[in-house]
């Protein structure tokens, strides 16, 4: 079974990945912020992480920053689910280490999709 570490600050888009990837036949982790996304990362062991940019305490950038500077995570892939889609920050995020960039709010299908593709 694909297990997804979900990170967002909205109470409410953590409800509807949980929702959409556990239909999916995901196992799902949640965290709220990068800091609690990095606590949880360890014993979550997931296949792919999907975090916001825009959070309290520890940003998207800060918690990809964190994942990647761990070598066991170096292949982790990481998708970014956010409202923004400026060019110069999915560059900043493919530069931070993220694998892929989705703007919200997301079709469950194809997001479905993605993971498949990104975890084999």
Known sequence: M????????????????????????????LAEDGVEGLEVLPGSAPDLVITDINMPRLDGFGLIEGVRAKPENASLPILVLTTENGDALKQRARDAGATGWIVK???????????NRLVV
């Open 2 to 29: 694909t297990k997804i570490l979900a990170i967002d600050d909205s109470r409410t888009m953590r409800a509807m990945l949980e929702s959409a990837l556990t239909e999916a036949g995901m196992d799902v982790d």
């Open 105 to 115: 709010p997301f079709d469950a299908e194809k997001l479905v999709a993605v993971i």
